[in-house]
């Protein structure tokens, strides 16, 4: 269950990271450096996400 407890940490943190780009682009005043960080995060998380359910996935079958 550990596979399953590290995943549910990332959705965590992605949720977290998708409210703080929101509020991100809502701010005119937030740096476009900024943003950019935060949508690559989100994405690396994204894909870590993917990664760890298809693991989970071929080692169910």
Known sequence: MALQAHLVELERKHKVLETELHEALVHLSTDDLR???LKR???VLKDQ???LKQAASETLH
């Open 35 to 37: 943003i950019v960080e």
């Open 41 to 43: 995060r989100k994405l």
């Open 49 to 51: 996400i993917e990664r």
